[in-house]
């Protein structure tokens, strides 16, 4: 197993290192260019020219790169800013901030929407799944597969301000969406992440839901499981301890990756509520064409789904011996 | 002597504002004969502000923004959301003070006693401070502070702020001279002289008679040395003003709290009505707009300072008598314009052809209509002193265009199917404005070719000396209500350069020398009458930009505030007047 996890962990780091070479001259092979970008209303060719050198622009592009990438690992000097400790995922020269501060202060959002996010989207696609095979043909089977078409047909853009009108504008259920800092509010950290969290599962449970119906369903028309109910054992207990358990392995696997994605910033999500987690720090990144940041943030929502592919593939690595083997 | 004799009576318009439910039809043409931008005396330079009606204090009032504040070193802030936030901590050595019955602005002292006297036609400038100015933590301001923030804008991490004083004092080259305060040495008495603890002076290199108006900006200002630590003090400026940081999460939030040591005598321009100030920042526009408009919880206590409503919400707040109370709408000091490359475009006629043809109308309605601009007959906004309603081109007479006589000009001069290539944004908005722009020039006998450049390199590109392209959209604000922050940036020859803001690459010899002659007059009325006659003989004459619109502010507020003004100059939304009503 640990050999298993050397190899993928390896690979992962290949990938990542990959990754950057390409963004990285991908970006800098644009045609903006980032001191005009930070040149403000009055540019003049003096001003220019000295954002220029205090970005590094006049270095040659190979030397720029390989500043960028020791100073993940070595930390990098940024003149009047000052030093950049690693992992130094560059400066922002929009914002003068270091862009690894921005990052770590940007994450709690991200972290606690996709937590309750997640614990959402499983709880209710599983259910609507496990409720829809249990009621195979049935109206609640209808019902639960129609939900879960609804809500994979629905775009978070649309459902968002429209949730936001009834229930914060119309009813006053609930607050204006905000991510409040569990550790400062706890209650209002809740209340504030509600509809975030439930508009965002809606177009992650339906895909649990159909899979979880029809893994189920393949299971209960298992040999094992008939052996079980030939020997007496009660539907519900079959039905957990055995055909429950056989189907989750796959349905660990979508949720490992969804976690990884959702992990790395749900951008629709949080610009729609006003989140201010890592999906929202990309899009500002990207308007702004702010370079290092849109760097920064993709080399950490790779590095995030990297890891929990390799978490995802322990976790199936234990629940199969097939896969370690291989 | 007081430097500034006068500033010319501007009949600026009441445009909109609280209470007019219908933008647009109190424009340029509805005016309300207010004299604006005056030189006050030292008597209107006393504090404190002349108190808003029905002012109350207590309270938090919120201020949700699209962006962050990249910048709050008044040193460092240019963009005008920015400037408004910083006025609320920071003080300059002039200011703009309204009259909250009148609506009339005048230039005052700010940190100093009145707004400077010169001996010498403009050279030399002094000014003397006011007793009882301090920092927040009470150590009192005096000159050397003012001295030591002008020599800290020659660092080399300064490059956002406006250039003025520097370029004034040392040149264009201003860093060759001198390195800033942290390379050990001040800049010599024959530069920034601070005879004693109250009297800084300024002696520039040649006349600016505008020094009063400049010396309003956010980078003159008062900063104290012991607290600086070079680009890192943006993330914690130290406050002389009503209210001083208490939070700040760059991006996200901003909370500003009383501050203690700012004494309302020493200023005649600020209140500190409300407790605190909450900045939200970083909130989609569509998003905002739902929240004002809704005026829900904290809401209710909300503005948006310089951001626009979005588009699909225009047109409910203009016809839902719900909000007419609580709207906002008026001039911005932005005048948008189409520029005609005069280096490719060299023929006088198709210039003209193509100032015949343009759709101005259709462009400003894609834009948002009259709510966020109204049509523009020349170059200068509204917002400034000495701007006439004025036409050269006969835009705002026929702001549909007229591509059918366009085309006779073309044919006249033999140059049907010339080519233009016309540069713009690839947004949805540009894409719909390109579509308008190929089809009336088309129509017209020229042979376009749109090019759709990448948003974020729009200006990089369209920047550019040799940019390869014809026609494309810039925008210009004054910086402060003269046209001399106008129309020398935009159209002196002697600018042109790569990163320039002379887009149009304009280079008329004749024209920049009246520009020269200009800038020396010492009677700012005359100088500002004068801009406003050499900006529409530049149009008249050689045509190298097309005005479209003046753009416009318009937003609505929350209802549970009182004293929303607006800062003719910058454009916004006046944070300093406003109270949480009970």
């Known amino acids: ?326 | 002597m007081p430097a500034l004799v006068a500033v010319s009576a501007l009949t600026l318009t009441a445009c909109g504002g609280g209470g007019t439910s219908k933008a647009g039809t109190t424009g340029a043409q509805a005016s309300a004969s207010v004299q604006n931008f005056l030189p006050g005396t030292a008597a209107d330079s006393v504090g404190p502000a002349p108190a808003i009606p029905g002012a109350v204090t207590g309270g938090t009032a919120h201020d949700i923004e699209n962006s962050g504040f990249d910048y709050l070193d008044p040193s460092q802030q240019y963009v005008n959301n920015q400037q408004e936030v910083g006025s609320l901590y920071s003080r300059s050595l002039t200011g703009y003070k309204t009259d909250p019955a009148t609506g009339k602005v005048t230039l005052v002292g700010d940190l100093a006693t009145d707004i400077g006297t010169t001996s010498d036609g403009g050279k030399t400038w002094t000014w003397h401070l006011k007793d009882g100015l301090k920092f927040q933590d009470g150590t009192p301001i005096t000159s050397k502070d003012v001295k030591y923030a002008v020599e800290r804008l020659y660092e080399d991490y300064q490059t956002q702020g406006p250039v003025y004083f520097q370029t004034w004092l040392s040149g264009a080259n201003y860093r060759t001279t001198y390195k800033g305060p942290s390379s050990g040495t001040d800049l010599p008495d024959s530069v920034i002289s601070t005879p004693d603890d109250k009297t800084v002076t300024f002696h520039f290199q040649a006349a600016h008679t505008d020094a009063s108006y400049a010396a309003s900006m956010s980078n003159i200002t008062a900063i104290e040395k012991s607290k600086d630590d070079g680009a890192k003090y943006n993330a914690h400026p130290q406050s002389i003003g009503p209210y001083m940081i208490s939070n700040y999460q760059a991006g996200k939030t901003l909370t500003l709290v009383k501050n203690p040591m700012w004494d309302p005598k020493t200023d005649p321009i600020r209140h500190q009505y409300v407790d605190s100030w909450v900045f939200d920042l970083g909130i989609d526009n569509q998003l905002m707009t739902q929240r004002l408009m809704a005026g829900q919880g904290d809401d209710k206590y909300a503005v948006s300072m310089a951001l626009n409503a979005d588009g699909p919400s225009i047109k409910t707040i203009e016809s839902d008598p719900q909000y007419a109370s609580r709207t906002m709408n008026k001039f911005l000091p932005f005048v948008d314009t189409y520029d005609i490359n005069m280096t490719r475009v060299t023929d006088l006629n198709v210039r003209k052809a193509l100032a015949t043809a343009f759709p101005v109308a259709n462009v400003q309605k894609i834009n948002g209509g009259n709510a966020t601009g109204e049509i523009a007959g020349n170059l200068v906004s509204p917002t400034v002193a000495g701007w006439k309603d004025t036409d050269p081109l006969g835009i705002k007479a026929n702001p549909a265009g007229d591509p059918a006589k366009a085309k006779a000009i073309l044919q006249a001069a033999g140059k049907l199917n010339t080519t233009i290539v016309y540069a713009y944004s690839n947004t949805p908005t540009g894409q719909q404005v390109a579509t308008a722009v190929s089809d009336a020039l088309t129509q017209a006998g020229f042979n376009v070719q749109a090019k759709p450049l990448d948003t974020t390199s729009y200006y990089t590109q369209v920047g550019k000396a040799d940019n390869g392209f014809d026609l494309y959209r810039t925008g210009w604000a004054a910086d402060w209500p003269m046209a001399s922050t106008v129309i020398p940036p935009t159209l002196d020859g002697r600018l042109i350069s790569d990163g320039g803001n002379n887009y149009s690459h304009y280079n008329n010899p004749a024209m920049n020398s009246e520009m020269d002659r200009i800038g020396q007059i010492t009677d700012i009325n005359t100088q500002d009458a004068q801009w406003m006659q050499l900006a529409d003989k530049i149009l008249a004459t050689d045509i190298p930009q097309i005005p479209t619109y003046y753009d416009k502010y318009f937003n609505v507020y929350g209802a549970g505030l009182g004293g929303v003004g607006y800062n003719q100059v910058l454009g916004t939304i006046d944070l300093n007047s406003i109270f949480v009503k009970k």
């Open chain 1, 1 to 326: 197993m640990l050999r298993f996890l050397i190899r993928r962990a390896l690979g992962a780091l290949v990938i990542i290192v990959l990754l950057i070479a390409l963004t990285y001259f991908a970006f800098f092979s644009l045609p903006t260019d980032p001191a005009r970008l930070a040149c403000s209303k009055g540019c003049t060719p003096e001003l220019l020219a000295q954002i220029r050198t205090n970005m590094h622009l006049n270095l040659p592009i190979y030397q720029q790169f390989w500043n960028y990438f020791s100073g993940l690992f070595v930390g990098q000097d940024f003149g009047t800013a000052g030093h950049c400790a690693a992992p130094c995922f560059g400066y922002s020269y929009n914002t003068q901030s270091f862009v690894w501060d921005r990052i770590v202060a940007n994450y709690p959002a991200t972290f606690v929407l996709a937590i309750g996010g997640a614990a959402i989207f499983l709880t209710v696609g599983v259910g609507l799944g496990m409720i829809a095979a249990w009621k195979q043909g049935k109206l609640a089977d209808k019902a639960a597969t129609a939900i879960g078409l609804v809500g994979q047909s629905t775009q978070i853009y649309f459902l968002g301000p429209l949730a936001m009108a009834l229930f914060v504008v119309n009813l006053h259920w609930l607050p204006q969406p905000a991510y409040i800092p569990w550790t400062q509010d706890p209650w209002g950290c809740f209340t504030g992440m509600i509809l975030p969290w439930t508009v965002m599962s809606v177009i992650f449970w339906s895909n649990y839901s159909r899979q979880v119906r029809s893994l189920m369903l393949e299971q209960l028309s298992e040999d094992h499981i008939r052996a079980a109910r030939a020997k007496g054992m009660s539907n519900t207990y079959v039905w957990w301890r055995y055909a429950l358990r056989g189907a989750m392995a796959p349905i660990i696997t979508i949720f490992g990756l969804d976690l990884g994605a959702v992990f790395s910033g749900a951008i629709i999500t949080e610009v729609t509520f006003g989140v201010h987690g890592l999906g929202y720090l990309a899009v500002i990144a990207v308007n702004q064409a702010d370079l290092y940041l849109e760097l920064g943030v993709l080399i950490f929502s790779s590095v995030s789904i990297l890891l929990f592919n390799i978490i995802v593939d322990a976790a199936y690595g234990l629940l199969d011996p097939r896969v370690r083997i291989g």
